[in-house]
């Protein structure tokens, strides 16, 4: 069948992809270590279960309002406050189904053809095809670990021309785990705010964030130049819920209503149950953030000092989400000449699922999750060194 050029041109996920070959080898009986996941390894907290099987028990299982349960929309708009002492309306949240849907909306909803949209990179998997299937131009600003792969202000002035429209910002970032000061952020926000580039935050990771600053968020810019910013979150990573499928975006009341004509002609509402856990998890407390956080704090110091012990591997101190992303690029050789070829090896012959960091936009790294127990952590870093005799 002959499909739409649109989509014969998109490439699948390749994090989703390497999970999926780790998972099938796994399942034929293969030893396999995965440091390819994107999500916390821990379970979702029993209260935010607890109200999800409250509302089926309670038959709230039918359609609800399109952008989301008015209380839950209220919610969310309550998190920016509680975290952030940043206030916004309900009116000015939209609950999508995961923050990947939200972004997926908004810019099918703010860009046009031919607009040109800045993305640092290093960036995640999906920014760029989402872009192109908005009609818009990915431009790739790239970044340095010798930087900690983020964008300075010349990096920025050089590739802004009359056609850019929007920036995407991830911090703390997937796959590299960099995270931008306030200072750092404040300076690329006015530089939005002078050259009306409007500022897409990706903030999914937000409370994952490990230096001594904290969790930092433009929400602050948005609730004074709310349609300079756009700030997207989601239940996701903060409360262990990747697939309950609960995102959210902050933004000035005008695009969430086109927003939610855009969900309303395509997916409707998430799912009634999800966003009852939702609420949950964002009303009911966050004290599970902390042990949560902490773990992942300590994996990280774990992956980082086992890393920098490898000879010729370059690998900033990643500050946020649950990624580490070394270049590696001076152990390629022979067939194993790139970071494809060398994690499809890994996982074949070494037992190891990590994933390219061509996937992302670089070449020469590796993206290692360390949502994983430290001991797998430990053992899968180990294989990978005994694989390269490091
Ligand atoms: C940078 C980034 N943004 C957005 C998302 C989307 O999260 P979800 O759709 O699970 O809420 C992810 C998930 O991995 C991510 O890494």
Same mark, same amino acid.
């Given at each position: 069948m002959d499909i739409a050029e649109r989509v014969a041109r998109l490439k699948p996920s390749a994090t989703l992809s390497i999970n999926a070959r780790a998972l099938e080898l796994s399942a034929r009986g293969k030893d396999i270590l995965s440091?390819?996941? #994107?999500?916390?390894?821990?379970?979702?907290p029993e209260h935010i279960c607890a109200a999800a099987k409250e509302a089926i028990d309670a038959g709230f299982t039918r359609y609800t309002p399109v952008p989301g349960l008015p209380e839950l929309r209220a919610a969310a708009a309550g998190y920016f406050r509680h975290f952030y002492s940043v206030h916004a309306a309900a009116e000015n949240i939209i609950i999508s189904n995961g923050g990947k849907h939200s972004l997926y909306l908004l810019f099918q909803t703010l860009l046009n053809p031919g607009d040109h949209v800045l993305l640092p990179s290093p960036c995640w998997v999906s920014y760029p095809p989402m872009v192109e299937l908005a009609g818009a131009k990915p431009v790739m600003i790239p970044t340095l670990p010798e930087n900690c792969f983020k964008i300075s202000l010349l990096d920025l002035q050089h590739s802004l021309t009359p056609k850019t429209r929007m920036l995407i910002l991830n911090s703390p970032s997937n796959p590299t785990g960099s995270c931008y000061t306030r200072a750092e952020l404040d300076a690329v926000a006015a530089w939005g705010l002078a050259n009306s580039v409007i500022i897409v935050s990706d903030e999914i990771y937000d409370r994952l964030a490990y230096s001594p600053e904290g969790p930092q968020s433009l929400s602050p810019w948005w609730e004074k130049h709310p349609e300079n910013f756009v700030i997207v979150n989601g239940v996701a990573k903060t409360f262990a819920m990747? #697939?309950?499928r609960i995102g959210y975006t902050l933004a000035d009341a005008g695009l969430i209503a086109a927003m939610s004509r855009l969900q309303g002609q395509s997916t409707?509402?998430?799912?009634s149950v999800s966003q009852k856990a939702a609420l949950a998890a964002l009303t009911q407390g966050y004290s599970h953030l902390g042990i949560m956080c902490r773990a992942f704090r300590e994996r990280r110091d774990l992956a980082l000092d086992i890393i920098s012990s490898w000879p010729d591997v370059l690998c900033p101190q990643p500050e946020g989400a649950f990624y580490i992303f070394p270049d590696m690029h001076r152990h390629y050789r022979g067939a194993l000449a790139d970071s494809t070829s060398l994690c499809a090896a890994l996982l074949d012959e070494a037992g190891v699922a990590v994933v390219p960091g061509a996937a992302f936009g670089d070449d020469h790294c590796l993206r290692i999750s360390y949502a994983v127990a430290p001991a797998v952590l430990e053992q899968a870093l180990a294989r990978i060194a005994r694989f390269l005799r490091l």
């Open positions: 440091l390819s996941v #994107g999500e916390p390894d821990f379970p979702t990747t #697939g309950w409707s509402n998430a799912s």
